[in-house]
Every structure is written in C-alpha cells, then in structure tokens.
C-alpha cells in the first residue's frame, strides 16, 4: 500500500486544476500581476495559522503535510503578524476568536485606517472595512484582519497618493458584492499602494479590496507552476480540494486498496 502522504503527493502532481480554482497572469499598466480567483463555494477556502500541536504552521508544505487526504491547491499568507507568528488583528478560525478586533489607528500599514477583515464562510467570503465589520457583527467562521483597506465601496483608500514612490511586492484579496468569489493578487514586481489598489477597482472591477502585505507576500499555486518560499509566516489562507487524478474525483480514504 502506498503510504497516505506519498499518494498525495502523488495525486497533487496529476490533479488537474479545480473548477473552484482560476489562477493567471494579468498585465496592467505596464505592471504584471499575478491572481487566483476562488469560488469558496466549491471547496474549502480557510484560514491556518497552528497545527494539532498549536504550534504555527508557518508554510505552506506544512499545511499540506496537515491535510493529506486533500490538495492544497491555493494558498497565501493573510495579514500581519508578531514574531511568534500570533497574529496582528482579528482572527478566528471554526468560529472561535483566537484575537479580537482591533478599531483604533496605531503605526504602520495595519494602523492605517480604514482597515479591515476577510470574513469566511462555508459558501462565502466578504472583505468589510473594520468599522463596519464593527457595527455588523457579522458570523464568520474564519476570519482576518489586515490593513490598510484598498479599496473601500469603489474608492481607493484616501491616504494613497498617486505620486508615492514607495514600492514593493505586494499581496491581498478583493471580493464580489454577492460573496461567491474572492480575488487573490500578487504584484509580480515592487508597486505602490495607488497602483495595487487601482489593479482590484479599475482592472479587475472590484469595490472591496484589502491589503495582506508588502514585505511577507507569498503565492501557492501548483497548477500556476508556482509556489513561493521564504521566511516561516503567521495566518495563510488557503483552499483544500478533493485529490483528482485523470479528471476522476477519487475518494482518499479507499484510494491503494
């Protein structure tokens, strides 16, 4: 019999891309960004940050190794964190807060409000500006939150400045009024607030966008041909799927017999 992490890594060499799952290369404005649009509906997008040991998972082969009987077919790190990895912001995972909800101003890009949270659920996933995430109290089973907002109903966040000269690998997620996709971006080369912000409203016509981070961005996307390494990071988000071989779901608990 062949051993359970083996056939799943063997299964995630074979699988054909997800229908949950479109990942590609975009070209806007003489920038070049890369994107994975999911459809939580049709897999399990959520969030990671320990194992069963609590201890942080900190990349994306060790989600992977968490979870043999599924692909981790996309992944990216989700919002800022301390040096334990613990992290920043709000943060739930299965409904439980692990942090809660941080509403005032404080340095650096998370502090620059309006930020806001990547709210997750079962068939559904929701970026909200922090105050009114505040407001609405909303039932999320997997949350977290990040900042700066980069888009907020349709509008750039108003501290962006078109002349800013601060550049860097960037990352983040903007999703629909109706909740059924989210958008996940990395520039694919140093760019400014003004740009990733107009790359979520103007390119991709999204009115809700919110910031991960611009020094830790990292992509996992197997049938991309990409999975970035790097330094261990705090909460990933990410979206399990069943093993696929030859275009056939194959149940993992049956699979070698």
């Known amino acids: 019999m062949i051993p359970r992490l083996a056939l799943a890594a063997l299964f ?6 997800s229908v949950a799952l479109d990942c590609r290369r975009e070209s806007f404005e003489g920038r070049s960004f890369s994107l994975c649009r999911v459809s939580p ?6 969030l990671f ?6 201890q942080p998972y900190g990349s994306f082969e060790a989600v992977q190794e968490a979870h043999p009987d599924r692909r981790l077919a996309f992944a990216m790190n989700a919002g800022m964190y301390h040096p334990d990895r613990s992290p920043v912001g709000h943060y739930v995972e299965e409904g439980e807060e692990v942090m809660r909800l941080l509403t005032n101003a404080s340095p650096g890009n998370f502090g620059l409000l309006p930020n806001g949270v990547l709210c997750l659920n ?10 009114r995430f505040a407001d609405e109290s909303p039932a999320c089973r997997y949350a977290t939150q990040s900042g700066p907002m980069l888009v907020i109903d349709g509008e750039l966040h108003p501290r962006f400045l078109e002349s ?4 860097f690998v960037r990352n983040g997620v903007g999703t629909t009024p109706e909740g059924d996709e989210a958008t ?6 140093p760019v400014t607030f003004w740009e990733f912000g ?4 103007d390119f991709l016509g999204l009115d809700q966008a919110l ?3 611009g020094n830790v961005s990292r992509l996992h996307a197997p049938d991309f041909g990409r999975s970035d390494m790097g330094r261990s990071m705090g909460p990933i988000v990410g979206l399990l799927v069943p093993p696929i071989v030859d275009g056939g779901e194959v149940d993992p608990a049956g699979a070698g017999g």
């Open 12 to 17: 995630a060499l074979l699988a054909a891309p």
């Open 49 to 54: 940050l320990d194992d069963a040991e609590g």
């Open 184 to 189: 996940f971006v990395i520039s694919d080369e």
């Open 41 to 46: 509906s049709e897999g399990e997008l959520r």
């Open 198 to 201: 107009r790359f979520f409203r």
């Open 211 to 213: 910031f991960f981070d």
């Open 164 to 167: 800013s000269t601060s550049r």
């Open 122 to 131: 079962d068939d559904s996933a929701r970026v909200i500006e922090t105050l």
